[in-house]
């Protein structure tokens, strides 16, 4: 599951199996996205037993944001899925140890990865 921006600046942020998540950026320069760069992961071990949907923090479908969302609905989509998120969103910013979004709001921010042009970041 996970999010994308697309548009100048875009970010996706996905979330899946570790191997999914690896397998899943090489794949965008195949669709003709040119530059982009991971900013940052994350990896979760689950105990023995636990699914990987109980792990999730973000919604199983993969979702393309329309292109009048900014980067701020990124932000708050991250924030609603916790702190570690939405901190590693802001840190693929560039934006460290910052309690604003985006958008100059004052809020906490959850983790995930960056990529840049067409940017992407995840969850893994």
Known sequence: GGYAKVGKPGIIVIEGPEEGCRQYCPMLQDLGWKYQTVQGEQQ???VKGESLDELRVLP????VL???DSLSEVSQLCREAGD???DLFFT????HNSVKD?????SKGKTLEKKRGKKGGGKR
Request: proline content about 5%.
């Open 60 to 63: 199983r479908e993969f979702r």
């Open 84 to 86: 570690s998120l939405a």
């Open 102 to 106: 985006v958008s100059g709001d004052s």
């Open 44 to 46: 979760q071990e689950g």
């Open 66 to 68: 329309p292109l009048t």
């Open 92 to 95: 693929s910013l560039n934006i």
